[in-house]
T-cell receptor, first 115, second 114 residues
Framework: DVKVTQSSRYLVKRTGEKVFLECVQDMDHENMFWYRQDPGLGLRLIYFSYDVKMKEKGDIPEGYSVSREKKERFSLILESASTNQTSMYLC????FGQGALETQYFGPGTRLLVL | GDSVTQMEGPVTLSEEAFLTINCTYTATGYPSLFWYVQYPGEGLQLLLKATKADDKGSNKGFEATYRKETTSFHLEKGSVQVSDSAVYFCALSDPGSGTYKYIFGTGTRLKVLA
């Protein structure tokens, strides 16, 4: 069965802290994605990766960085958390190709609160 | 650029009512279209998809037809159940854009009352 797991379901951090969100997929997928989900805005792409050590900026990369050292793991890093980064963060993966025919598989999400 | 517009929610229906959630898109190429569903406390999961004009995607009693002439992909179900209460997202992926990106709509919350 397809599985994408995220390290935490809920996280509370202080302003200025460095925050790591981890995502692991067990499907040998090439592509991995980080989104944030906010009411009224839907899903917005932060970063994606189409191969190990490869990354590309999405629509809202400011304030975030990512790391993909192994194929199955894609980390999202908030270098200095701010209150406007309070959100639901969703990780997804897909098999290969340019995504047109590829289903994205999502993790359960991490709800981050920055105080 | 590419975009997806879906109807504002929330949509509240009684059990066994007919459901339509509207979705229209703009794209430069020939996109594939998707409906994803997010149940409370969970991530998104694929509900159905269509990859070319006039294709009909269907799953769990839901269906949507890819209409190129009206640039639409409306989601329908003949008889909703309480268990269908969730947030529904329309999305597209456009290979002509040269990226791996999906474009998601803002989501429509459905609440079904017993």
């Amino acid at each position: 069965d397809v599985k994408v797991t995220q390290s935490s379901r809920y996280l509370v951090k202080r302003t200025g802290e460095k925050v790591f969100l981890e995502c692991v997929q067990d499907m040998d997928h090439e592509n991995m994605f980080w989104y944030r989900q906010d009411p009224g805005l839907g899903l917005r792409l932060i970063y994606f990766s189409y191969d190990v050590k490869m990354k590309e900026k999405g629509d809202i990369p400011e304030g975030y960085s990512v790391s993909r050292e192994k194929k199955e793991r894609f980390s999202l890093i908030l270098e200095s958390a701010s209150t406007n980064q309070t959100s639901m963060y969703l990780c997804a993966s897909s098999l290969f190709g340019q995504g047109a025919l590829e289903t994205q598989y999502f993790g359960p999400g991490t709800r981050l609160l920055v105080l | 650029g590419d975009s997806v517009t879906q109807m504002e929610g929330p949509v509240t229906l009684s059990e066994e009512a007919f459901l339509t959630i509207n979705c229209t898109y703009t794209a430069t190429g020939y996109p594939s279209l998707f409906w994803y569903v997010q149940y409370p406390g969970e991530g998104l999961q694929l509900l159905l998809k269509a990859t070319k004009a006039d294709d009909k995607g269907s799953n769990k009693g839901f269906e949507a037809t890819y209409r190129k002439e009206t640039t639409s992909f409306h989601l329908e179900k003949g008889s909703v159940q309480v268990s269908d209460s969730a947030v529904y997202f329309c999305a597209l992926s456009d290979p002509g854009s040269g990226t791996y990106k999906y474009i998601f709509g803002t989501g429509t919350r459905l609440k079904v009352l017993a």
